[in-house]
């Protein structure tokens, strides 16, 4: 056998090892790693599930700011009878239930469960986005050139990991040490149920790769209360949406051989000339509904004889949108990357590259099967992999086409499904016409700054953040930092809480006792906020958080049909989990710009990056004025920092 199909998960068509040895690495994988893509999985350590009385504390750590004096007595005294009650029974089931399962962890499944079962359109409450920077070679940009070498490069990195030659995701304390040749030697040659040990003694820490059985040949599925993944690991055609219509070809043979680059081309050109005006009907606003609509809509679908297009859809490689738009500026590529004009997108798919007439790249993807590192990864490669070893060239010419390779879905619609997709429609352009994104760019200061004056920078963007929201709503207000568990099996994430005590004196102190304090003091109180912020995100990634355990405590007694646990009735607890500021950061050089929707109707969705002499952040919400005035309060937040941190008095 080859390598391909070992798993029993894992794809089983690809290529055999002899035609791989064969073949120019290049012109079908992104590279060919001399460690196997998934030889951590087995030995990967477990998340921990934390002690409750850690939990406990924790959590009321993060009440403490929110709350005043006698609320939080109240909080408490729930919270330390939950500890010694109900808590205590729940947290020994999940213990012991967590020891039976040792092959995943305890979050995984209540995380997909939350996002299953979760009934809102999956269209800004859900799915995120990364937009990709331009090729650096200006005219590599035009929309079919960078289609082709991004959907090339897409399939070799799914052959890559098809075949067990992408490298596994491995956070690297000593880079230089544990990249080299004969560390990668030595740990190839351990066996799978040591390896992750051999890594960690060189301070090297693999990362779970479960998520990646669903990156490709996968789409969500509607179904009553509560949806299913879908993955067709034997899929090999790609789907082409363009002017709403739905396209499919097939990019790679049965040998796992990726189709001519210049064939891919011709079907692009061929699907733009062919797909000239909108369908009077797109089916692709179903996508945006509310997760029932949609699944009694899709089973009418399904009668009416859609089947098969169903299927191709569902088990396509991915989903490639060519947008006939060209995005002026950052917001309307924002717009356009998150929501889109809806009639040219398959939200459901795990993700869609989609490309604009400017060739404009970029990723929305589905979240409930995986989370930002993941789709990182991809993107990461794609970018390198088409800007290095582009496909095509801007004069190459497209293969003469036989269209017949190429085919167009055509859907049986009855008047119920069309009057559902109007519905849907009309829906959709009253959502999007109130969601609102703002960009920010502050430039006197960046990460280089911060570092010198040893702060931690996302620590200081989360406290400027802070200080933000209080001037603005003259209060603290519940916070979330997305912060990865991923260095364990089938680890998700844990929320960081950006709000504590002393974020909160500190931000009293800037905001109204402006003149109270010395710089020294001021100086002082964000020191204090940095260490505590480190401390935060030290611990979430370490699986020591309070979220994701009370999550899984609340999932266990919900699904035991157990009474609800008063901690978990408690006002203040549902204070905490609606979030006003939703924030996740990301740092790479192949991507331009990267956002998500507010979690809550009155919220914000802030992602941010403090880069090297500067700190962005894209942000969108639906109270367009509040968002405004927070961005401004942030410019002013971020200016009293800097005056402090250079000895200058707040005036
Ligand atoms: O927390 C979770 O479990 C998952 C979160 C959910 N939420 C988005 C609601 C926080 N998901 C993620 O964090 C994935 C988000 C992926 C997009 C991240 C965008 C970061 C943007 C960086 C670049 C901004 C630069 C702006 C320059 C003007």
């Given at each position: 056998p080859g390598p391909v199909g070992r798993r029993g998960y894992w794809r089983t068509v690809g290529l055999t090892e002899s035609i791989i040895s064969e073949l120019d690495t290049d012109h079908h994988f992104v590279h060919r790693s001399t460690i196997p893509t998934m030889h951590f999985q087995d030995s990967l350590p477990r998340l921990p599930v934390p002690k409750l009385e850690d939990t406990v504390k924790r959590y009321l750590a993060a009440q403490k700011p929110l709350l005043d004096d006698d609320q939080y007595r109240n909080t408490e005294r729930i919270a330390r009878e939950f500890e010694k009650g109900v808590g205590r029974k729940l947290h020994r089931d999940l213990v012991e239930f967590d020891k039976k399962n040792k092959h995943t962890s305890y979050i995984s499944d209540p995380w997909f469960d939350m996002y299953l079962c979760a009934r809102d359109p999956v269209v800004l409450n859900f799915n995120p986005f990364i937009s990709l920077n331009p090729d650096p070679k200006e005219a590599y940009n035009s929309q079919v050139v960078r289609a082709t070498n991004l959907v090339v490069s897409s399939i070799k990195f799914l052959n890559s990991l098809n075949n067990e030659l992408l490298r596994p995701d491995i956070y690297y304390v000593n880079p230089k040490w544990s990249q080299s040749r004969l560390f990668k030697k030595f740990i190839r040659l351990l066996p799978t149920s040591v390896s992750w040990y051999g890594a960690y003694m060189v301070n090297a820490y693999p990362l779970d790769m479960s998520q990646y059985k669903r990156l490709f040949n996968s789409s969500r599925i509607p179904k009553l209360n509560k949806d299913e993944l879908f993955t067709n690991e034997l899929g090999r055609h790609l789907l082409v949406m363009r002017n709403g219509h739905f396209y499919v070809f097939d990019v790679l043979d049965t040998d796992g051989n990726i189709l001519h680059p210049s064939e891919i081309q011709a079907q692009l050109i061929y699907i733009l000339q062919d797909a000239d005006r909108l369908p009077e009907f797109s089916l692709c606003y179903l996508t945006t509904e509310d997760r029932n609509t949609w699944a009694a809509v899709r089973q009418q679908l399904l009668e009416a004889g859609n089947e098969d297009n169903l299927q191709k859809i569902d088990s396509a490689v991915f989903c490639l949108c060519l947008d006939n738009i060209s995005p002026k500026d950052d917001i309307e590529l924002s717009h356009c990357m998150l929501h889109g004009r809806g009639f040219n997108r398959w939200f459901d798919k795990s993700f869609s590259l989609i490309i604009t007439s400017d060739g404009t790249a970029g990723v929305n993807f589905e979240h409930s099967w995986g989370d930002g590192v993941a789709v990182l990864r991809f993107v990461n490669e794609v970018y390198r992999n088409s800007t290095r070893h582009p496909a095509i060239v801007p004069h190459s010419s497209p293969a003469a086409l036989s269209a017949t390779k190429c085919e167009r879905l055509e859907f049986k619609l009855n008047d119920s499904i069309q009057s559902a997709i109007n519905a849907a429609r009309v829906k959709f352009e009253e959502t999007n016409e109130k969601i609102s994104v703002r960009m920010f760019e502050f430039r006197k200061f960046g990460k280089e700054f911060l570092v010198k004056q040893k702060l931690s920078p996302d620590a200081v963007f989360q406290l400027a953040c802070q200080m933000t929201a209080y001037r603005q709503f003259g209060k603290i207000i519940s916070s979330y930092e997305a912060c990865s568990t991923a260095a364990f099996k089938h680890g998700r994430t844990e929320t960081i809480r950006p709000t504590s005590i002393v974020t909160k004196q500190c931000s009293h102190a800037f905001v109204?006792?402006?003149?109270?304090?010395s710089v020294a003091e001021l100086r002082n109180m964000i020191d204090e906020c940095s260490k505590y912020h480190r401390r935060l995100q030290l611990e979430a990634a370490l699986g020591k958080g309070f979220d994701r355990h009370l999550f899984a405590l609340k999932h266990l007694s919900v699904s035991r049909g157990d009474p609800m646990p008063e901690l978990f009735l408690d006002s203040a607890y549902q204070k905490l989990n609606h979030i006003i500021l939703s924030t996740s950061t990301l740092h790479s050089p192949a991507v331009h710009l990267g956002g998500f929707g507010p979690v809550v109707p009155d919220g914000f969705g802030i992602g941010y990056n403090v880069f090297d002499t500067w700190v962005g952040c894209n942000t969108t919400g639906y109270l367009s004025r509040e968002l405004q005035e927070f961005l401004r309060c942030l410019e002013y937040s971020l200016n009293d920092i800097l005056d402090v941190l250079e000895g200058r008095p707040l005036v």
């Open positions: 109204e006792e402006r003149s109270k304090h």
